[in-house]
Every structure is written in structure tokens, then in C-alpha cells.
């Protein structure tokens, strides 16, 4: 149990998150992906390792997370709009429906046990480097109205999908963004944006389902973690602002592709971790 840690393992412990929360705050504000895909696998590890219950050990990643991503993608999203690459007309269209989808599927992945999530987490990232992997920029994309039902349904996908993952829908919704004929850029930046508000709600729906359930882990509050939080959320708040200036430096086609090979990896990782269990 964690309460067994002698000082090595805690020096460890803490040097391990300030070491990924550095990486992590970088990446979210390169790729507007809010962070959990970078943090989840880290946090899962870490937890792990220090003994807390392997029956909760990835619901407390995902609450953990989120929790960590609402200042991150407060951050990042601020950045963006200096660069004028954030769409506030399909943020605040998208709200409603994600806001739906995230209540949804932080129902459906607190009914999931660990090695179900770990196996959903690993799959969907697989998709997702595939795509960015495989997927073409467009030299002059034609950006195109996203009607009402699109809007509606990829809404509720981007924050029920988002859910049991622990990440801000930065992969999800740059994506679809970037097939309606959106600079990636700014694909990037609206994500970003977006994904505040499914970090607020995912936070607050694992906080409040983990205290429902009684859940008795150590320092946290439901499945959100309370010293993780502390220690991730200052450095990854600094990283991402570095980040998210950096992104708009870079070539467009070698973004997806860093993203893409990141997510190979991770996805591979966990796929591995699965048959552990």
C-alpha cells in the first residue's frame, strides 16, 4: 500500500511526475490535445507502482487527468487565440452535445473495470495514430459549414469517447475539424478550447462518481488525486504555453506525424500492459 513507501520511492514518485509533467504540458500546448494521452499511461504506472488498488488504479489516471488538464487547456487555449487559431463559433456549438457525452461516458467507464479501460485506451489510440499517420494536409482546404447534426453527433462522440480515455478530445476533434476543411492550426487551437470544458466535466463527474462509490484511496478526492494534481498542474499550466507558441512554427505535415508516432507507441504499451491483468 502506498502507506508501505519508504523515502526512495516517494523521491521517485515525485520526480517521475515533475520529469512527465514537464513532457506532458509541452505536448498538450504542441498538439491541443489537452495531455491525457501523454499523462493517463504515466499516471497508470506511477499509481501502480506506489500500491494503490489495481481495481481503481486507472479510474483514479483518468479522473487524475482531467483534473490536471481544465488549467492546462485554460493555458493553451489562451496562447491559440494570440494566434488567432481558435474558433469560438464550433466551440460554443460543439459545448452543449460534448457536455452531454462526457456526462455519458464517465458513466459508462465507471461501470468498466481497469484492464477493460487499459484495453479501450490502447485501441483507440491505435485508431488515432493511424490517422494521423496516414492522413493528408491539403494544400488549400476549403473550409466548409458543419451543419446541426453533425455537430450534434460529433459532439456527443468527441465527449463520450473522451471519457473513459481521461484526455480532452484533442485527437477526436482535430480530426474532424481538419476533414471540414479546417487548418490544422487552428483545428488544433478550437481543440484546445474544447477540451476545457471536457476536462471541467470529466473532473467533476470522476471526483463525485468515485466519493458515490466510497472509494477509500489515499489523498484524493473520489478518483482525482490530490498530490498529482498539485505537482502536474503548475509545470504542465508553464509547458503548455511554450508549447502551443512552438506549434506555430512547425511545418503542418510533421505535426500530424509526431502525433501520430507518439500514439503508436502508447497504444502498443498499454496493448502489451492489457495481458498483464
Not at 489516471?61 to 487559431?85: C, D, E, R, V
Not at 479501450?120 to 488515432?128: D, E, L, N, V
Amino acid at each position: 500500500m502506498i502507506e508501505n513507501l519508504d523515502q526512495s520511492q516517494i523521491i521517485f514518485i515525485v520526480t517521475a511526475m515533475i520529469a512527465s509533467a514537464i513532457v506532458t504540458g509541452f505536448m498538450a500546448g504542441f498538439f491541443g490535445i489537452g495531455g491525457g494521452l501523454i499523462m493517463v499511461p504515466i499516471l497508470f504506472y506511477l499509481f501502480n507502482f506506489s500500491g494503490m488498488e489495481q481495481a481503481y488504479v486507472m479510474h483514479l489516471a483518468l479522473g487524475t487527468s482531467f483534473s490536471i488538464i481544465i488549467p492546462t487547456s485554460i493555458i493553451s487555449t489562451m496562447t491559440h487565440m494570440k494566434f488567432k487559431a481558435v474558433d469560438f463559433d464550433i466551440v460554443k456549438t460543439f459545448g452543449v452535445f460534448v457536455a452531454v457525452g462526457v456526462v455519458c461516458g464517465t458513466i459508462f467507464a465507471v461501470s468498466l473495470k481497469t484492464s477493460s479501460l487499459v484495453l479501450f485506451f490502447s485501441i483507440m489510440t491505435m485508431i488515432f495514430s493511424i490517422y494521423f499517420l496516414t492522413a493528408k494536409e491539403k494544400i488549400n482546404p476549403i473550409q466548409r459549414e458543419i451543419n446541426l447534426i453533425y455537430r450534434v453527433i460529433f459532439g456527443f462522440l468527441s465527449g463520450f469517447l473522451s471519457a473513459p480515455m481521461g484526455i480532452a478530445g484533442g485527437v477526436i476533434n482535430t480530426p474532424i475539424l481538419k476533414i471540414f476543411g479546417y487548418q490544422v492550426k487552428v483545428a488544433i487551437g478550437s481543440s484546445a478550447a474544447v477540451g476545457f470544458l471536457i476536462a471541467l466535466i470529466g473532473a467533476i463527474g470522476f471526483a463525485v462518481s468515485g466519493s458515490y462509490l466510497n472509494v477509500n484511496v489515499p489523498l484524493s478526492l473520489g478518483f482525482v488525486n490530490i498530490p498529482a494534481f498539485l505537482i502536474f498542474a503548475p509545470i504542465t499550466m508553464f509547458m503548455a504555453k511554450i508549447g502551443a507558441k512552438t506549434v506555430h512554427k512547425f511545418d503542418k505535415r510533421l505535426i500530424g506525424k509526431l502525433l501520430g508516432i507518439y500514439l503508436f507507441i502508447i497504444s502498443c504499451k498499454l496493448f502489451y500492459e492489457y495481458f498483464s491483468f
